[in-house]
C-alpha cells in the first residue's frame, strides 16, 4: 500500500509532466490531480495550503513535498521511497 499522492497542476506545466513522469517510475499507479487552471478557487486553496503559488504541488500522504525540484531532490537523497511507501 502506497501513500496516496495529490498533485496541484495545470494542464500545460512541464514541470507537473516530468512530476508525473517521475512518480510514476517509483510505481505510483494513482496521482489526483487538481487542476487549478480550471479551478481558480482550487489555486486560491493550494496557496494557503502550501504558501506558494507555482504549480506543481505534491502532497505525498500528508506531508507538502513542494514542486518537482524539491520532489527529485528527495529522490536523490534517497528520502522519496520511504515517503511513498508510508
Do not use: N, W
Not at 20 to 33: D, F, M, N, P
Not at 47 to 56: H, S
Request: charged share 25%; net charge neutral.
Amino acid at each position: 500500500m502506497s501513500a496516496a499522492v495529490v498533485m496541484y497542476c495545470t494542464a500545460v506545466c512541464p514541470y507537473c509532466v516530468m512530476a508525473e513522469r517521475l512518480l510514476t517510475s517509483k510505481g505510483v499507479a494513482q496521482i489526483e490531480k487538481v487542476r487549478v487552471d480550471l479551478d481558480p478557487q482550487q489555486r486560491e486553496l493550494m496557496m494557503q495550503k502550501t504558501g506558494r503559488r507555482t504549480v506543481p504541488q505534491i502532497y505525498i500522504g500528508d506531508t507538502h513535498v513542494g514542486g518537482f525540484d524539491d520532489l527529485s531532490a528527495l529522490d536523490r537523497a534517497g528520502k522519496l521511497d520511504p515517503l511513498l511507501q508510508a
